[in-house]
């Protein structure tokens, strides 16, 4: 299949965290097409498992659904260069105050490819421990409440639809399935 060609570029909206920008595509048969596309960067979440199979669940408030919602911790690539392993430590202790010994790529997605490029990599985080240093909250994330929960128990909040957040249910669901292997097909942390 090819690609459309990027006829033309509009830039609808600069905000702070997103870009937003019309584009007109040229397809093959000379026709075009006109897309709306939302920049944002790219981010990391983190499933945290400790030695008893729970996994750390975060639960913020999130103004677009109108809602606190049950996720991983997690975060945006929003400083240039950062590497994404160091950027999910540093959201993990931001977070939750936690580090880890342990750590493997679990899987990567696309949030939501009809509209936006953000790619999300989610972690394996094993062997939590108290982490070393000063790790504030921002004023957004000073509420965030944090619950350690059963993987089976948090897999059958996803199928009840008490956990709704992509990044989670793709994160305990791979989870999930990795352990069934014995977590030994899973990439190493900077794939």
């Not at 606190?68 to 977070?95: F, K, T």
């Not at 108290?130 to 004023?139: S, Y």
């Not at 957004?140 to 350690?148: F, K, L, R, S």
Request: cysteine-free; charged content about 30%.
């Amino acid at each position: 299949m090819n690609a459309p060609e990027l006829a033309d570029r509009e830039v609808v909206y600069r905000g702070k965290m997103i870009t937003v920008h019309r584009d007109t595509l040229r397809r093959a048969d000379g026709g075009t097409m006109v897309r709306e596309v939302v920049d944002h960067p790219d981010s990391v979440a983190v499933v945290v498992l400790d030695a008893q199979e729970r996994v750390l669940l975060v639960r913020q408030y999130r103004h677009p659904v109108g809602e606190p919602l049950w996720e991983l911790p997690a975060g945006l690539l929003d400083e240039p260069g950062e590497p994404a392993l160091d950027a999910a430590r540093r959201e993990l202790a931001e977070e939750t105050g936690l580090a880890a010994q342990g750590w493997r790529t679990l899987v990567d997605l696309y949030t939501s490819p009809g509209m936006t490029g953000e790619r999300t990599r989610v972690f394996l985080a094993t062997e939590p421990e108290r982490a070393t240093g000063e790790h504030e909250r921002d004023a957004d994330e000073g509420d965030i409440e944090t619950a350690w929960v059963a993987l089976d128990d948090a897999v059958r909040r996803v199928w009840a639809g008490q956990i709704t957040n992509g990044l989670a249910v793709a994160g305990l669901l791979a989870t999930a399935l990795a352990r069934t292997e014995g977590f030994t097909d899973l990439r190493p942390p900077d794939a």
